[in-house]
């Protein structure tokens, strides 16, 4: 029972890309879902998060303004729309499921496999 991420690909520098994340059996409407990703060589970084009922939203900093997480709670889906992508967005995508919408890793529980975003110069 776990996310299960798509959406990924290889785009260029300023296109968008929408990722989903769905779960493959649990429903994850009453959790706390949070995108974050990982480049090569680098720690896993958060990227964005969304209360249960989707009230509330958090992003870092490195995406403000260009990235927007939403979920649709009737079709149990969690969307990340990145907008004005760059090659340093480049990184596997993780879906994750939680309590709490927080920055940290360690407080999800569930995780997807991951999709990978290329962008080129």
């Known amino acids: 029972v776990q996310p299960v991420e798509s959406g990924g690909g290889l785009v260029q520098a300023g296109d968008s890309l929408r990722l989903a994340c769905a779960p493959s059996?649990?429903?994850?409407?009453?959790?706390?879902m949070g995108w974050f990703r990982q480049a090569p060589g680098k720690e896993r970084e958060f990227v964005a998060a969304i209360t249960w009922g989707g009230s509330s939203t958090y992003d870092a900093d490195s995406v403000k303004g260009r990235f927007t997480i939403s979920r649709d709670n009737t079709k149990n889906t969690v969307y990340l729309q990145m907008n004005s992508l760059k090659p340093e967005d480049t990184a596997v995508y993780y879906c994750?499921?939680?309590?709490?919408?927080?920055?940290?890793?360690?407080?999800?529980?569930?995780w997807g496999q991951g999709t990978q975003v290329t962008i080129s110069s």
């Open positions: 059996a649990r429903t994850f409407s009453t959790y706390a």
């Open positions: 994750a499921a939680g309590r709490t919408v927080v920055p940290d890793p360690r407080r999800y529980t569930y």
